[in-house]
């Protein structure tokens, strides 16, 4: 048993995707981007810093491991949050539309005995060009509300994706591989046959 700090519902999916028994504990911290803080270090930062506000809360006094992961959408030099009304998703569309941009997710599993542990998952996706009226549909379809970079790969958003080298998982919101090692690195296993951990 894990403590997932996140309220989403496809880290969730993931995570049963691979056997893993959790709780889910929604976690409320400053996301903000630091002046001149690097993308890497930024998703690195707020997966431990999720994962930091259960183990003091909550996993210390239960005894159990806690993970948390953060995703950003990034174009060029500038990440890409989740869209705070039509007008800011229709930049964010604007600017992906026909370009290859990155999507990392960072992962950190805090031991209720030991220091953290984290992984990064490092993706490249290209859209096709995109029509306004498209961008729109999208847009009223509701799916991009709660998204980083506006858009899901596992939804609605997955006409738009020309091309991807990297972790589908990862851009989901949660990659499997990175996330297996880092349980499997601390005895919570992963792939289980005939009920048995193998």
Known sequence: MII???????????????????????????ETLHHGEHAQDYVMRLALEKGLALSSE??????????????????????????????HFHQMMVKLSGATHQVMT?????????????????????????QTSEIEAYWQSGEPADKAG???????????????AGSYSGVM?????????????VGIATLKIDGESK
């Open 58 to 87: 909550i996993a210390i006094s239960r005894g159990l491991p806690v993970l948390g992961a953060d995703t950003s959408v990034i174009i060029g030099d500038e990440v890409l949050g989740k869209p705070r009304d039509s007008e």
């Open 4 to 30: 997932l700090a996140s309220a989403s519902p496809r880290r969730a999916e993931l995570l049963q995707q691979i056997g893993v028994q959790f709780e889910t504990h929604h976690t409320n911290i400053d």
């Open 106 to 130: 960072a992962v950190t599993l805090i031991p209720p005995d030991a220091e953290p542990m984290s992984a990064l998952s490092v993706s490249n996706v290209s859209f096709r060009h995109l």
């Open 150 to 164: 506006g858009y899901a790969i596992q939804g609605l958003g997955a006409i738009f994706i020309e091309n991807m």
């Open 173 to 185: 919101g949660l990659p499997l591989f990175e996330t297996a090692q880092l349980l499997n690195r």
